[in-house]
């Protein structure tokens, strides 16, 4: 894949925790309303999307917020309706209710499964499958019930929490059926899904991640 002119490492809202302020899936980046048209086209280009400026519930954090695939997003049930009018001319959407509905926080998804933070009801699960068509199972990364800051899926490759154990990582195998690896970003932030937006095109890590990082990141998702 040819890398040339493409920027790999960037910030968002002036923050490396990309993953925090945006999320992607293969065709779209959600990222907040400060985000410059600079940083819009270089994400664009990069993940090979459609950048979109959003918010929900008029705050910025949309990656903690919202999460989604190729056929819809989950965001916190806290959005207002004409946010959510403005993703639905985008894509599918539905709400996360309950006490635990920061989508983004709890759901790490690509277009074939979901890991699911291990508290979600019955009913958050029901609605993460129908809305992403995937299978879901709740389960924790190196100990953290925030799954989707704890690791990043794409559609090629698996990048989870440094201190994941054998049997998380033997689980998200077996769930995702992709190679699955350990990592940081950010130098050293072992919550790889807050620092970095990745999809099977292309990904775009934080400004403190280190050529190390970037090399287990372009192996484990497979970019080599």
Do not use: W
């Amino acid at each position: 894949m040819g890398n040339r002119g493409l920027k790999r490492k960037l910030n968002i809202s002036g923050s490396p925790v990309l993953g925090v302020f945006a999320t992607c899936t293969e065709e779209l980046v959600f990222v907040p309303y400060d985000t410059s048209a600079e940083t819009m086209a270089e994400l664009e280009k990069s993940l090979g999307v459609i950048a979109l400026r959003s918010s929900v519930g008029g705050s910025s954090i949309i990656g903690s917020l919202l999460r989604g695939n190729s056929r819809g997003v989950l965001v916190a049930g806290f959005v207002l309706d004409k946010e959510m009018r403005q993703i639905r001319k985008h894509t599918k959407a539905a709400k996360l209710a309950g006490e635990l509905n920061t989508a983004g926080n709890l759901i790490l998804a690509n277009d074939t499964a979901a890991l699911v933070h291990p508290d979600l009801s019955e009913k958050s699960v029901g609605i993460i499958k129908k809305t992403l068509g995937v299978d879901v199972k709740r389960g924790t990364l190196g100990g953290l019930k925030t799954v989707g800051m704890a690791g990043i899926a794409t559609n090629k490759g698996v990048l989870v929490h440094p201190k994941s154990s054998s049997t998380e990582i033997g689980a998200i195998e077996e769930l995702f059926n992709l190679p699955v690896d350990i990592g940081t970003v950010n130098f050293g932030s072992p919550l790889v899904g807050s620092g970095l937006l990745a999809n099977s095109r292309g990904y775009v890590t934080g400004e403190e991640t280190t050529g190390p990082e970037i090399s287990r990141i372009e192996d484990t998702l497979g970019y080599l």
